[in-house]
Nanobody, 121 residues
């Protein structure tokens, strides 16, 4: 099995910054895509940012130029640096990864447990 442990959420004032981390552990042969999603209260879960194994990135229009996704393949960890936070960024943030548990298995998709980000004065 694969476990995803997220950290870095919290309460921050508008204009502030937070850095989320998500570390994968367990049965891992290779990780392909990694990403961050968020779900605000009463809303559908949406993609925030994604990164491929070789570092290509994709961002939601609402976070471009404010958020940066990165990954450390040696540590099986994905990060989300969030700057210029706005109240509308308030949500539970989930990491999502595509993991190949072994050379004889196909990729499987896993979700983290979620971490709350609240932007408020």
């Amino acid at each position: 099995q694969v476990q995803l442990v997220e950290s870095g959420g919290g309460l921050v004032q508008p204009g502030g910054s937070l850095r989320l981390s998500c570390a994968a552990s367990g049965s891992i042969y290779r990780i392909n895509g990694m990403g961050w999603y968020r779900q605000a209260s009463g809303m559908q879960r949406e993609l925030v940012a994604a990164i491929t194994h070789d570092g290509r990135t994709n961002y939601a229009d609402s976070v471009k130029d404010r958020f940066t996704i990165s990954r450390d393949n040696a540590k099986n960890t994905v990060y989300l640096q969030m700057n210029g936070l706005k109240p509308e960024d308030t949500a539970v943030y989930y990491c999502n990864v595509d993991v190949r548990p072994s050379i004889s298995w196909n990729y499987r998709n896993f979700w983290g447990q979620g971490t709350q980000v609240t932007v408020s004065s």
